[in-house]
């Protein structure tokens, strides 16, 4: 990379790190690296966030995640986890179908008990 190129990239580094061509050159190539790094490592957290999203809201109905998607898996719906997590914080009733769905395609998932209420609901 040539200087111009160098210093447009290095623009709002601190110190000498902007305007110093040795140093702005090692922080940009490092930067560089870290935005490769890190947009392969969001798609991994946005995974796992959909996948804590999904588990959420099948444990409401007594299921467990991985019965609910291995239910779906043996029922042939297609929805990706992303999907899925926007259905469940969003249409709760459509989730909840879902959820009954996959919990009659697989026998493991009418065993797991409802979640107990706990707090004021049991003084109450």
């Known amino acids: 990379m040539n200087k111009k190129e160098v210093f447009k990239l ?8 902007k305007n ?18 890190d947009r392969r490592n969001k ?8 996948i ?24 042939n719906i297609q929805l990706n986890r992303k999907v899925l997590s926007e259905i469940s914080m969003h249409e709760p009733y459509s989730f909840k179908a879902l959820v009954d769905i996959s ?3 697989f026998p493991g998932n009418k ?7 706990e707090g004021l609901a049991i003084l109450v």
């Open 52 to 75: 804590q999203r999904i588990n959420a809201g099948t444990r409401q109905h007594g299921v467990n995640y991985g019965n609910f998607m291995h239910g779906l898996m043996k029922e």
């Open 103 to 105: 919990r009659n395609a």
């Open 111 to 117: 065993t797991v008990a409802p979640p107990k209420k």
């Open 20 to 37: 110093c061509i040795r140093i702005a050159r090692e922080r940009v190539e490092k930067a560089l690296q870290y935005s490769y790094r």
């Open 10 to 17: 290095a623009k709002g580094f601190r110190g000498r790190a």
């Open 43 to 50: 798609k991994r957290d946005m995974r796992g966030l959909w």
